[in-house]
């Protein structure tokens, strides 16, 4: 098994197994040189699991192998989620097998394009006939041009150093690296919206209630914005 970063169970606290996709997704969640897994997932599942009095096993897998270890009851629960609808109706086994908890984050879809672009880049319908950097295999709007990139660290630097006018990414992987790597690119208000949250294995069913009151309360506190702001406020750890 590949290095993990895990709270260690202690006598009998209780102990979720925690699905992590490689390679990471900056600044969601990834894997230092040390094995510990950091990101805005990560902390916050720390913190509800410290609210719950769990221990967590972070176990870093492909996501294929991630599904199926899923499916056969070897992970408890997955980080940072898209509603099942739109990310994995073709894996009946596993859409009969997930829970999911309340929403905890919304991820926005934003267009990054050149300071000195005169034509507004707020809307999709703007870009019609464009070519724009994209991530290999993910959905762009049929009217764009697209040209595949590996990543969205590659979509950043591009538009950056002017090799290509616009690029789509998440807005905030966007404002990491533009405010992490002090790159040069405006940011535009979000395209698309998709809201983020936990899955739970069902045999896991009867801590969804206690996730969702403890996400519930990171939120009133304030505590669920102080720390993305850690990531994505200019003050990077």
Same mark, same amino acid.
């Given at each position: 098994?590949?290095?993990?970063?895990?709270?260690?169970?202690?006598?009998?606290?209780?102990?979720?197994?925690?699905?992590?996709?490689?390679?990471?997704?900056?600044?969601? !969640?990834?894997?230092?040189?040390?094995?510990?897994?950091?990101?805005?997932?990560?902390?916050?599942?720390?913190?509800?699991?410290?609210?719950?009095?769990?221990?967590?096993?972070?176990?870093?897998?492909?996501?294929?192998? &991630?599904?199926?270890?899923?499916?056969?009851?070897?992970?408890?629960?997955?980080?940072?989620?898209?509603?099942?609808?739109?990310?994995?109706?073709?894996?009946?086994?596993?859409?009969?097998?997930?829970?999911?908890?309340?929403?905890?984050?919304?991820?926005?879809?934003?267009?990054?394009?050149?300071?000195?672009?005169? !034509?507004?880049? !707020?809307?999709?319908?703007?870009?019609?006939?464009?070519?724009?950097?994209?991530?290999?295999?993910?959905?762009?709007?049929?009217?764009?041009?697209?040209?595949?990139?590996?990543?969205?660290?590659?979509?950043?630097?591009?538009?950056?150093?002017?090799?290509?006018?616009?690029?789509?990414?998440?807005?905030?992987?966007?404002?990491?690296?533009?405010?992490?790597?002090?790159?040069?690119?405006?940011?535009?208000?979000?395209?698309?919206?998709?809201?983020?949250?936990?899955?739970?294995?069902?045999?896991?069913?009867?801590?969804?209630?206690?996730?969702?009151?403890?996400?519930?309360? &990171?939120?009133?506190?304030?505590?669920?914005?102080?720390?993305?702001?850690?990531?994505?406020?200019?003050?990077?750890?």
């Amino acid at each position: 098994m590949d290095k993990t970063s895990a709270i260690k169970p202690m006598n009998d606290t209780p102990r979720l197994r925690v699905g992590m996709p490689l390679p990471g997704a900056v600044p969601f !969640f990834w894997q230092d040189t040390d094995g510990h897994f950091r990101g805005i997932y990560a902390d916050i599942l720390r913190m509800i699991a410290q609210r719950l009095e769990v221990t967590l096993e972070f176990i870093p897998l492909t996501q294929a192998r &991630l599904i199926r270890q899923f499916e056969i009851g070897q992970l408890d629960l997955e980080v940072g989620v898209v509603e099942e609808s739109k990310q994995n109706a073709p894996h009946s086994t596993l859409s009969s097998l997930s829970l999911f908890t309340q929403s905890f984050w919304v991820v926005n879809n934003v267009i990054i394009y050149r300071p000195e672009l005169s !034509f507004p880049i !707020f809307i999709l319908p703007d870009l019609k006939g464009k070519t724009v950097a994209a991530v290999r295999g993910r959905p762009v709007p049929e009217h764009l041009v697209r040209e595949d990139f590996t990543n969205q660290w590659q979509i950043a630097q591009r538009v950056h150093r002017g090799w290509n006018e616009i690029g789509l990414m998440t807005e905030s992987v966007a404002l990491y690296y533009q405010r992490r790597h002090q790159l040069n690119y405006k940011i535009s208000l979000p395209y698309a919206s998709d809201p983020v949250s936990f899955r739970l294995h069902r045999n896991q069913a009867h801590r969804l209630a206690d996730f969702n009151r403890v996400i519930s309360e &990171l939120e009133q506190e304030g505590l669920l914005d102080k720390l993305v702001c850690l990531y994505l406020c200019g003050k990077s750890r």
